[in-house]
């Protein structure tokens, strides 16, 4: 069964440190798909990036970068020089073939403090 | 492009009544979902739906049912509300299941009191 495991709860920084969300997730499947979603305070969610199981390379947007692991079943994502702006609820998710729906896992609440 | 849109926005229930949220989407996408937002417990999946005429059981199916009679819409009923049913739920929809990004809504605060 699929499954999406973050760890972290709730994070705390000052603005401008570097902060990561570690995802890790459980599949019984070769072909899947991970997710990263944003929620601000607004309560919006907001689709930041995808990636699927074949292509292990990490990928840069900007301040955000996202380190995919497929030996340690990881979708890491980091924030380089964290704004306020990026406070937010994060969430990982995941789609299998078996299964064809999306997953999430229960997010990591970030606060990034002036 | 008005995307994924809830009905409605907000609604407090007497335990026991019952109401449908409605969703609508206008990207003619295949794929919708309804989840249920709770604190501590992330995003959990009611039910889904891959094209009009289907439906699927999600993670929490118990106490509410689904409809996707038309391809741009998807029902979801509560037919005897619950306190256990407080919660924002979330509509989305995606062009396909697998590998295509969710596209949601802004959400519904439901209240049963």
């Known amino acids: 069964a699929q499954k999406v495991t973050q760890a972290q709860t709730e994070i705390s920084v000052v603005e401008k440190e570097d902060v990561t969300l570690d995802c890790v997730y459980e599949t019984r499947d070769t072909t899947y798909y991970l997710f990263w979603y944003k929620q601000p305070p607004s309560g919006e969610l907001v689709f930041l990036i995808r990636?699927?199981?074949?292509?292990?390379q990490n990928e840069i947007s900007g301040r955000y970068s996202w380190n995919f692991q497929k030996s340690t079943s990881s979708f890491n994502f980091t924030i380089t020089a964290s704004q306020v702006v990026d406070s937010a609820v994060y969430f990982c998710?995941?789609?299998?073939?078996?299964?064809?729906?999306?997953?999430f896992g229960k997010g990591t609440r970030l606060h990034i403090l002036p | 492009n008005a995307g994924v849109t809830q009905t409605p926005k907000f609604r407090v229930l007497k335990t026991g009544q019952s109401m449908t949220l409605l969703c609508a989407q206008d990207m003619n996408h295949e794929y919708m979902y309804w989840y249920r937002q709770d604190p501590g417990m992330g995003l959990r999946l009611i039910h889904y739906?891959?094209?009009?005429?289907?439906?699927a059981k999600g993670e929490v199916p118990d106490g509410y049912n689904v409809s996707r009679l038309k391809k741009q819409n998807f029902l979801l009923g509560l037919e005897s509300a619950a306190p256990s049913q407080t919660s924002v739920y979330f509509c989305?929809?995606?062009?396909?299941?697998?590998?295509?990004?969710?596209?949601f809504g802004q959400g519904t605060r439901l209240t049963v009191v």
């Open positions: 989305a929809s995606s062009y396909g299941g697998l590998n295509t990004e969710a596209f």
């Open positions: 739906s891959v094209g009009e005429g289907t439906t």
């Open positions: 998710a995941l789609s299998d073939y078996r299964d064809d729906k999306i997953i």
């Open positions: 990636r699927n199981s074949f292509d292990e």
